[in-house]
Structure formats: structure tokens, C-alpha cells
Nanobody, 124 residues
Framework: QVQLVESGGALVQAGGSLRLSCLIS????????VGWFRQAPGKKREFVAA???????YYADSVKGRFTIFRDNRKSMVDLQMNNLKPEHAANYYC??????????????????WGQGTQVTVSP
């Protein structure tokens, strides 16, 4: 059974940093695309970042230059380093895995597995 477990969410002051981790079990990370999405209260879930099996990395425009995604197949982990956080970055962050995402990595419909989420809160 494939499971994705996120960790690292916390309360942080604006300007601070957090590193979220996604641990994948039940499947050896190999050809899959792994993505991070977030959902703030009252808003739709939105794409944040993704990394494919070739380690091509993709980011939402709103986080480029601020967030970095890392992939470690041996550890079956995908991390999201978030720097210079702002209150608008506060949300529940979800890790997801797609068996085949192609160029549709921003579309949550292509993802087959999801974690439960980890909460990021940013105080002004």
C-alpha cells in the first residue's frame, strides 16, 4: 500500500524558512513525478512545485526563487525548502505522486496518491 506522509509544517514568522518533507512508502521511487500542492482556507488547492524522474523541477510563478524542491530516490523522500516566507504562503501543504504526469504536473487530477497534509502558518 502506497503512503505519503508529510512533515515539517509549523508556525513561523514572516521572513523565516521551513523545510517540508514527504516520505513515500510502499513503492520504490523511480519513474514517478512527485508534487507539492497547497490549500488555504476558503481557496482551491493549487500547485506549488513538482519534480519528475529526470529531476526536472517545476514551480508555480508565485514561489519561484523562494521555494526549492529536492528529490532523493534512495530515501524515497521529496523535500520542499521554503525561504523568506510570507503570510500568503500559509496553507495546508500536500505531497502527491503521479505514476505518469507528463507535462501536466500542475494538474492535481494526474496525481494518483496524496498525503494528509502538513500545516504551515506564517505570522506577520
Amino acid at each position: 500500500q502506497v503512503q505519503l506522509v508529510e512533515s515539517g509544517g509549523a508556525l513561523v514568522q514572516a521572513g523565516g524558512s521551513l523545510r517540508l518533507s514527504c516520505l513515500i512508502s510502499g513503492r520504490t521511487l523511480n519513474l514517478e513525478t512527485v508534487g507539492w500542492f497547497r490549500q488555504a482556507p476558503g481557496k482551491k488547492r493549487e500547485f506549488v512545485a513538482a519534480v519528475n524522474c529526470r529531476e526536472d523541477k517545476y514551480y508555480a510563478d508565485s514561489v519561484k526563487g523562494r521555494f526549492t524542491i529536492f528529490r532523493d530516490n534512495r530515501k524515497s523522500m521529496v523535500d520542499l525548502q521554503m525561504n523568506n516566507l510570507k503570510p500568503e504562503h500559509a496553507a495546508n501543504y500536500y505531497c502527491s505522486m503521479a505514476l505518469e504526469a507528463g507535462n501536466w504536473f500542475e494538474d492535481e487530477q494526474v496525481y494518483d496518491y496524496w498525503g494528509q497534509g502538513t500545516q504551515v502558518t506564517v505570522s506577520p
